[in-house]
């Protein structure tokens, strides 16, 4: 939809494919945008080489909130790795939380209740919701529309009341550990929740009136960032992103964890590929989530434990082993890849995050001849978080 | 692209209508009850174990003395040391609370605190008082929830009906599972070692017990204790009174493990493991008594290459443990090589040598360097009502001696035993088997003066002899061991006991008499409580010596008012198989201080 000028006065590709730019030339400009920008999702920073108010080559530079995560959970024990992973991502820390736990479940061979698992799904649909809803406000607020990053604030705020009173804290939950979940539903919660999730589809409703069917908004975002549906698995891309090119992938419905193979769900996908696609892929997704909370509440066991019975957390040794463990987080797959040696330490802990691959080599591609005022709606449209770049 | 999408947006214009979403009054909403905000800490409660220091991956919490603060104390159960919380590091991650052994720490949902100076967020919850201190809500580790097993795995043991008739050992010993099990439990917090006597590495051998490293755990062991067989199957246990997960559970089962430890090294392996000892140093040291004490003294110094002679009365060591206890707690096999390893270690002994008959204090005071009395307390304690004089009226100890020494008691059919100590249950339960032994049935009532709370035996030996038929009656005091005109004993006449001490603690006890009752017997065993039988000294000596109330007078190391005499054990620490232990390492560490300093005489 967006209109570009004639491509013929960009310099050629060399033969090894990288761009010949003569900076002397005084045709081209360096541009650094962020890493304090308010289009920039995060710390990180995108050098940009601009001919007029058009990109002709991106690179970009993380490193800006890298805290060696995965470094320090080499001189944690288990236990003691479970407060730290949350970090890794702030607005949806509890993909984090339960992929740690099952894999370290996984290799010290824990069973957890199943009424944890029930609880451990609602935590995360619940953080799924709240990852859109900051999403929706960001895309919105990168071309140029605040309110609706007002409105879904608020609607978060709610869901983070509901998190408060569930996990004991809003932001960073700390509330799945390995062996299963701190503690049972709160009284009178699902009311609550209730209350709650209408008041979000209200929200949504207007955020579709004001956002989805905005000329502006249409006009900017489609054909903006298009991915190629063979890019998905060339570029490893997972998630919304690839949803929106039609490829149908959702850990959830794919490889069922947890208990969604006892939930009724369907992949959302769009064909536009765009980030007016994606945006409306991780609308109705949303949805989705909001019907997934409801059916888990309605069908989840209400008695039994929430807990396994762990060896003392103070000296657990996990035998030698390895494992991958993953979930569909609200920006694509989420991974915990752990090695455990033997002894009460992990010997090597790898996250695996879809902003990794998205945020650097798929923006590198997309972001070429995309006009400077439209480089923070494209990164926010690929939904990156950079501190799980710099794990 | 539509008119619709041009005209849709103005929908935003509703929200003009709407009321503002933002609270009314941010600064008192009143976080959720389940909010983790500042830490709250009952300091009674809390015994300073310092687990949530080592759960916090952030080293947030610090364990810092506040002993004399709001009644904190450093006693035994107790480190006086209280956490502090560092709230530029904390992370709120309420591990610290999971964790907590005594589930004295908590966080309430208070969530704000402004201060100008930043080093006042450093602060010990409950001494430090904060206006949340009495806050109603937030974590609370909920029901259940457990980072560590409360419950102790149960040691295999004779049932009753097994046990009685016999004197085979009750208890069957962990296996290598159950121990690994039970040493896993162990949160390594060390409140335990300040309560041995002889301040057992105990976290240190439970890790060597759950890596399997058992050669490593037995060196430890005997490091502290050469003891240590036996203490892990008789030993009063102290630390375990005082473990960190006795507060919400069971105590860890320490001396199980350390018996666990023993059992799983090879006896031919103990000399390699535990060493060789010193060269030879030329000193000789004197000891009489070959009890725990003495033999921990001439363990301590054979292995600094100190000639060490034990003279021993009877015809084999071990004392109140081999004569005293009885075999279905402590089988002979076990002193004995406990026994062995010790004199490997090149310690000589002169059994059947009794001082004052066989050879004198004067002797040995001018053939060694340094001597040491250990004689224990062999003598047992009357309590002068009426016809205690009376020839069926025994002393506890004298009749374990028997029993213990292979004598073939004829059991009485029925018999009254005075006193609740671990002596009344040792004679009763063992009195017990003889009498189904030989007559089929048990008819033993033991009477002590304590009320069932104030008990002063182990609560396992009552749980077990009450399991063994014998019947316990509390707060009963002796009045009169009742003869009839043929001087037959009848039984014994007691009174309902009013109070054991009066109002300045001493002891006094006074009855109710109009609460009399008589228990039938053959037989009354008196097991009150012993004496040192210090006869054996001689008038000069005893002269010589200071006394403490009937007990020689030591100082801090042991040593008597005559400086080459040493005294130690049970005549004057009371009876305790680990206190004897930690006072023969006393003694022994004394001497060869006192030894090191008679070389550096001669070198000058």
Known sequence: MAEYPDRSQYPAHLPDGSCDIDLSSGKYLKLWQGPNHPGITGNMSVELTVCGDEVVEGRTHVGYLHRGFEKLMERRTFIQCFPIVCRICVPEPD????????????????????????????????????????YLGGQAGAFGQGVIGQWTTYARDLMLDRFEELTGARIYHMFILPG?????????????????LREIESTLADVHDTMFRNAVFKKRAMGLGRVDPAWVDEYGVTGPVARAAGVAKDVRSDQPYLVYRELDLEPVIAHESDAYARA??????????????????????????????????????????????????????YGYYLVTDGSGYPRRVNVRGPSYTHAMALLEKLIVNVNISDVAGLLVSLHTYPPEIER | MSVR??????????????????IKDPFNREASERYRGFHQNDIEKCIGCGTCEAICQNGAIDMLPVSGV?????????SGLRPRIDYGRCCWCALCVDVCMTGSLSMSNAYKWVEADPDKFRYIPGVDKKHWDDYEHGYRRPEGHRLNAPE???????????????????VGGYSVEQARLEADRCVTCGICVATCPTHMPIPEYISAVRDGDYEAGLKLLYDSNPFSQICGKICTRRCETTCAASHEGDPIAIRWLKRHITEQVPFERYRAIIGEPAAATGHSVAIVGAGPAGMTTAFDLARLGHKVHVYEAQSHAGGMTRYGIPEYRLPFDTIQREIDLIVSMGVEMHYNTRIGADISMAQLQQDHDAVVLSIGLWLGRSTRVPGSDHRNVYKAVDLLRRIRDGEQLQAPKSMVVIGGGNVAMDIARSMARLQQQQHGQIAITLTALEDKSHFLADPVEIKESIEEQVTILDSRGPQ???????DNLLGLRTWRVHSIFDENGR???????????VHEGEWVVEAIGQMSDVAILGDELTEKLDWNRGRIQVDEDGRTSESWLWSAGDMVRGPDVVHAVADGHRTARSIHAHLSALDKQENA
């Not at chain 1, 957890?112 to 859109?132: D, Q």
């Not at chain 1, 807990?307 to 979930?327: D, Q, S």
């Not at chain 2, 709001?70 to 107790?78: A, E, I, L, N, S």
């Not at chain 2, 009169?480 to 043929?486: A, G, I, L, S, Y």
Request: with cysteine; charged share 30%; proline share 7%.
């Open chain 2, 480 to 486: 009169e061991c009742m003869v009839d005109d043929q």
């Open chain 1, 280 to 333: 409306d892929v991780r609308r109705r997704d949303l949805l989705m989530s909001v019907d997934l909370i409801r059916q888990v509440l309605a069908r989840m066991p209400r008695k039994g434990p929430v807990m396994a019975t762990l060896p003392n957390v103070l000296h657990w040794k996990i035998p030698r082993g390895e494992t991958y463990v993953r979930g569909e987080c609200s920006r694509g797959e």
């Open chain 2, 152 to 170: 102790r795995i149960e040691m295999p043991e004779l049932e009753p009906g097994e046990r009685i008739d016999s004197f085979a050992e009750i």
């Open chain 1, 95 to 134: 993909f984090n939380e339960y992929c740690y736990a099952a894999a370290v479940e996984e290799l010290a061979g824990v069973e957890v209740p199943e009424k944890a698992n029930w609880i451990r799904t609602l935590i995360l649909e619940m953080g799924r919701v709240n990852s859109y809803l900051m």
């Open chain 2, 507 to 517: 002891f006094a006890p006074s009855y109710d008499d109009g609460d009399e009752m």
């Open chain 2, 5 to 22: 999408d041009v005209l849709s947006p103005f929908a935003a214009w509703k929200h003009l209508f709407r009321d503002p979403v933002s």
């Open chain 1, 180 to 196: 299963g979940v701190r503690d049972d539903l709160p009284e009178g919660f699902d009311q609550r929740m209730e209350e709650t």
């Open chain 2, 70 to 78: 709001d009644g904190v104390q450093t006693r035994p159960g107790d």
